[in-house]
């Protein structure tokens, strides 16, 4: 159990369900052709969420003074891990998530592709060591990083399938893809904020540089607040775009129910939050909305089918 939680396997299990829905949730529903085939396309995943554990456990490496202040209930190197083993686990994840990376972006003739999951690794690296201290680009880099497990699928999937006589088709199903990637990017930037209001007091004494520590708690989750009413409204705006005018009501149903209605809960409740139990509710709220989220892409799926 030491191992999975130095790797954050929840984390872990929610982005490999991720890229399986959008594969067999959304991209198996379509008439196309897609360049990796089942087993490559597992590669994929497991390269995606080896080189995210290995930015986990760099994280941990270099966070081991704050951790000890902000969760120590939490901590594991150090107390069951050691710090020479954590930097092992370390190299053998990216070794194993990049060479994987590199197979496959031969696999689909583009061997220049390979460079993506070196940039992810070493961004994440950078983050780990360096990044992270800077007001917000450690919370855009997170975001991005999440965000780009979406993308690399259209990348890896749909890009070397296209030709002149699916360009259009294709054109669309990676607009959608952009769509979610973009969900995932917003909401994990919002999670990253509440995350760094509930680490306040630790990031303080370490001299890290957060929105809670320069705006103050309080005007921080206004902000958060405000971020969130912004997501709310252009949900709301893609649900009646997408949905409503195309005349999937299961699927408008359900994206109201667990995607809007959680935003608003979140909104409210973060509006005047201040204990850490708070942030941690607030943070495993937007985590579900991620979750339903993605599983949204199935769901308009089969409205799609059914609604004759």
């Not at 004494?205 to 705006?215: D, E, K, V």
């Amino acid at each position: 159990m030491k191992y999975l939680k130095l790797i954050r396997f929840q984390n872990l299990l929610l982005l490999a369900f991720m890229q399986l829905m959008i594969r067999y949730g959304f991209l198996k529903f379509q008439n196309i052709f897609l360049s990796l085939n089942e087993w490559q396309y597992g590669l994929l995943v497991l390269s995606t969420v080896l080189i995210a554990a290995a930015g986990y456990v760099i994280n941990d490496i270099m966070d081991q003074e704050t951790d000890t202040e902000n969760r120590p209930n939490s901590v594991i190197i150090g107390k069951e891990i050691s710090e020479g083993r954590a930097y092992n686990i370390y190299v053998g994840l990216n070794i194993i998530g990049v060479g994987i990376g590199f197979y496959l972006s031969n696999v689909i003739q583009k061997p220049s592709f390979a460079a993506i999951f070196i940039v992810i690794a070493a961004t994440l690296y950078l983050y780990a060591t360096s990044l992270k201290q800077m007001l917000l680009v450690g919370n855009i880099i997170v975001a991005l990083v999440l965000s780009s497990s979406v993308l690399i699928i259209g990348v890896f999937d749909l890009l070397p399938a296209i030709y002149d006589g699916n360009r259009d088709e294709m054109r669309v199903i990676f607009s959608i893809l952009i769509d979610y990637a973009v969900f995932a990017f917003i909401l994990n930037f919002i999670r990253e904020i509440v995350k760094d209001m509930q680490d306040v007091d630790g990031d303080y004494n370490q001299g890290m540089s957060t929105l809670p520590i320069a705006l103050g708690v309080s005007r921080t989750a206004k902000v958060a607040s405000v971020l969130g009413i912004l997501a709310t409204v252009i949900l709301l705006w893609y649900i009646n775009a997408n949905l409503m005018d195309s005349k999937l009501y299961y699927a408008t149903v359900y994206g109201l129910l667990f995607i809007v209605g959680p935003m608003i809960f979140f909104i409210v409740k973060i509006w005047n939050a201040d204990a850490k139990k708070d942030f941690r509710l607030l943070s495993n709220v937007l985590k579900w909305v991620i979750f339903f989220g993605i599983v949204s892409i199935l769901v308009i799926n089969l409205n799609i089918i059914y609604r004759a």
